[in-house]
């Protein structure tokens, strides 16, 4: 019986709706002018969960090469890294930001292509839930 109540609070927070304060349909939250020590301390993708877990079981996108006109461009840090917020979809539903190439087009280049990706739904206790992913994408030149 505690499994059940247990089962159904869980199913009740996955359900609540974003809070107000939280952007909608935007491209990619910039957490990049943040300390970030470590992905462990990356901002929640859902702070309303106990814990985050990672999904791994990527059905579709790859990490594209960056196209002819921004190949050239300027950039701070040969690397780019994000954090996947993946629905129980498993569609990416938010993509974090957590270091930046220094070039605002390079990082809206990748963040556009990882809204594409598509991710089996992880499932905990044998409910679908949300889940991340983390990338980083080294620049070469």
């Known amino acids: 019986m505690l499994q059940l109540v247990n089962a159904l609070v869980l199913i009740a927070a996955l359900c609540e709706p974003p809070p107000a304060s939280e952007?909608?349909?935007?491209?990619?939250?910039?957490?990049?002018?943040?300390?970030?020590a470590s992905p462990d301390k990356a901002p929640a993708c859902w702070p309303d969960l106990a814990r985050e877990i990672e999904?791994?079981?990527?059905?579709a996108g790859r990490v594209a090469s960056l196209p002819p006109d921004l190949r050239k461009a300027p950039i701070e840090t040969p690397r780019v890294t994000f954090k996947l917020c993946i629905g129980e979809t498993g569609d990416v539903e938010k993509v974090l930001k957590l270091l930046s190439s220094g070039n605002a087009e390079v990082d809206a280049f990748y963040c556009k292509q990882f809204r594409q990706?598509?991710?089996r739904p992880k499932k905990a206790k044998g409910i679908?839930?949300?889940?991340?992913?983390?990338?980083t994408v080294t620049l070469y030149r």
Request: with cysteine.
């Open 23 to 36: 952007p909608k349909n935007q491209e990619c939250i910039d957490h990049s002018g943040k300390k970030v």
């Open 55 to 59: 999904n791994g079981n990527r059905l």
């Open 128 to 135: 679908v839930v949300p889940s991340v992913e983390l990338v």
């Open 117 to 119: 990706w598509r991710f």
